[in-house]
């Protein structure tokens, strides 16, 4: 009977032995040992053929060493619920950190502020929030900060109100719901709210929290309107409740969210920093990939807490349209953010100075090396 031979790598405590390499013949039920715990079935080993064998197995089995000796990077992130943090989530659940040597560890901070205080104290490594509470911080002396992306690059609310708001006027003396005062909601309405002719001292600006209790407000009628990102947006239509300013249809370009660091810890791993991005980047592409619907159907429900299959889908469809295939975040989006703050406006602050696009830019020579 003819006899093929090949090599088997066995690894430590697989199937109760030590593991080696091992020589398998079709005509023995179990590996002949050729390597393992320093003896050579067929002699001594020669430092030649130790040489060949250990060259043989970091060639064959090269990701299969790096995986059994290390382990994945802890980084702790916090974030906010919104749309474009979506992606960010999907990154995580669809294991494109993992890739990249990253176990990513998400947080939920309802406020920005609060989400800058654990990173300036080191207490987490990277950020997923709103972009405009660092900004002041940074303005305000926190120069280690170092905005690195954006998921979302274009505003994506709308200023909802109830059916008794029957024109912009109607709003004076009203309540307005955003998340937290200082929030990238905060200075969205306002921004809303100047666009249809009303001062914000006009008005009273309430932090009720995320969107989905500000809709509950809403809907119960103890605020008169507030700002909603998908998929509350389609609730709003659904209702024929007044959409009074629609950012998605203008070519407003404000950062949303994004990633966000300390200069400090780019210095001491940078690489950790670019493997986040580089796994970020994957999600949204997993995100946008009409192929992973289904699966990001579910990723988003369990980021929304809802099983409406038509809300995660508008969700979904308008992310897809309106945020490209990277963060990127522009300096036009960061100089509009700024602008639109009273206080940050009078700081005179230099956007790049905020900015490090050094990782995007190494993104982007990555990929063009995939094609």
Known sequence: MKTTNKLVLILPFEKGGLGGIFLHTRTRKSPIPIFQSGKWSGGVITPARALILSLAFSLLFPTLLLAQTKPLKEVRVPYALGGSTGFFWVAQRSGSFE????????IFMRGGREA?????????TMLQQGSAGVILAWAQGAKDLVVLGATGN??????????????????????IAISQLGASTDFIARIALKQLGIS???????GIGAQGERWAALAGGHVDASVFQPPVTLRARKLGLPVWVDFSKSDYEYVVAGPVTLRSFIKSDRETVMNFMRGLADG????RDEKHKDAVHKYLGEFY????????????????QVTPGLPIVT??????????????ASMNINSADVMDLSFLKQLEEERKTRK
């Open 116 to 124: 800058v205080q654990a990173l300036i104290s080191r207490d987490v």
């Open 284 to 287: 949204m592409d997993f995100y």
């Open 154 to 175: 274009k505003l994506d609310y709308v200023f909802v109100s109830n059916a008794n708001i029957k024109k912009p006027a109607d709003l004076k003396g009203k309540r």
């Open 99 to 106: 890739k990249y040597g990253l176990k990513v560890l998400p």
């Open 331 to 344: 300096l036009k989006a960061m100089d509009n953010m700024i602008a639109s703050d009273r206080t940050m």
């Open 200 to 206: 914000d001292k006009e008005v009273t600006i309430l």
């Open 305 to 320: 807490k809802s099983n409406n299959v038509e809300e995660l889908e508008e969700t979904r469809r308008v992310y897809t």
